[in-house]
């Protein structure tokens, strides 16, 4: 019995090893740049002025429309009034209200400003810049979704799997099936140093320098491919 449970064994084992080896497997990838497409502004009621989304930092100057009267006014006004200001400048913002555990159940405010574009940064530094007691905060940044350039780069990054695994089969004196199996990932890639495009770092430095912020982020789309070994 036992020479019979070690035969089965020994016969079972290079079956094994000759199933894990009808296929080739190879990884692809692509690194697609993200511009940023969104910046948000933290306006909160404080003690003092603190503006960290500095104009000397920004490559695009501020418009002068706006009114240098009303942002001389707003260093009196309460939050209702600098929503309605902001409203009136066309800004796209929300309140967001904090309640303190203090006994006199203090109430403390922020207002989310989102922007399109950096000017709109400067305008909102220019305007509020006068009003005592406010703090305008760099918020979050929002980039492109990855996801867009899902239909056009899948199709290249197949093209290159296969044009590799045909190099490796063709080593191994095999022809090369159909696709059998697909694993998919996004990195996201914390800054450009990680990535082999030299041009890319450089640029991000550059903006960097200039703007004191991301303008690009980079993600890395990466398949594993595997492909039946004929």
Same mark, same amino acid.
């Given at each position: 019995?036992?020479?019979?449970?070690?035969?089965?064994?020994?016969?079972?084992?290079?079956?094994? +090893?000759? %199933?894990?080896?009808?296929?080739?497997?190879? @990884?692809?990838? &692509?690194?697609?740049? *993200?511009?940023?497409? $969104?910046?948000?502004?933290?306006?909160?009621?404080?003690?003092?002025?603190?503006?960290?989304?500095?104009?000397?930092?920004?490559?695009?100057?501020?418009?002068?429309?706006?009114? +240098?009267? %009303?942002?001389?006014?707003?260093?009196?006004? @309460?939050?209702? &009034?600098?929503?309605? *200001?902001?409203?009136? $400048?066309?800004?796209?913002?929300?309140?967001?209200?904090?309640?303190?555990?203090?006994?006199?159940?203090?109430?403390?405010?922020?207002?989310?400003?989102?922007?399109?574009?950096? +000017?709109?940064?400067?305008?909102?530094?220019?305007?509020?810049?006068?009003?005592?007691?406010?703090?305008?905060?760099?918020?979050?940044?929002?980039?492109?979704?990855?996801?867009?350039?899902?239909?056009?780069?899948?199709?290249?990054?197949?093209?290159?799997?296969?044009?590799?695994?045909?190099?490796?089969? +063709?080593?191994?004196?095999?022809?090369?099936?159909?696709?059998?199996?697909?694993?998919?990932?996004?990195?996201?890639?914390?800054?450009?140093?990680?990535?082999?495009?030299?041009?890319?770092?450089?640029?991000?430095?550059?903006?960097?320098?200039?703007?004191?912020?991301?303008?690009?982020?980079?993600?890395?789309?990466?398949?594993?491919?595997?492909?039946?070994?004929?």
């Amino acid at each position: 019995m036992k020479n019979i449970i070690l035969l089965l064994a020994l016969l079972f084992i290079p079956l094994t +090893s000759n %199933l894990q080896q009808n296929f080739i497997q190879v @990884t692809v990838s &692509e690194d697609i740049e *993200l511009n940023a497409v $969104e910046f948000t502004s933290i306006v909160t009621n404080s003690n003092s002025l603190t503006t960290a989304w500095e104009d000397s930092a920004e490559p695009l100057a501020a418009p002068n429309d706006i009114d +240098s009267e %009303l942002a001389e006014k707003a260093s009196s006004y @309460t939050l209702e &009034e600098i929503t309605k *200001l902001l409203t009136t $400048e066309k800004f796209t913002f929300k309140v967001n209200y904090k309640m303190d555990d203090f006994e006199d159940a203090k109430a403390d405010w922020e207002i989310e400003v989102t922007h399109p574009t950096l +000017s709109d940064i400067s305008r909102l530094n220019k305007l509020l810049k006068p009003a005592v007691g406010v703090t305008i905060e760099r918020g979050g940044i929002t980039y492109e979704n990855v996801e867009v350039y899902y239909p056009k780069i899948y199709p290249t990054l197949l093209e290159k799997a296969k044009k590799r695994a045909q190099i490796l089969a +063709s080593g191994a004196g095999n022809k090369l099936g159909g696709v059998i199996q697909v694993t998919e990932a996004t990195i996201d890639i914390a800054n450009s140093s990680n990535s082999q495009n030299y041009l890319r770092m450089i640029k991000e430095m550059i903006e960097f320098e200039k703007n004191g912020i991301r303008l690009t982020n980079l993600a890395r789309i990466v398949l594993i491919y595997r492909f039946e070994m004929l």
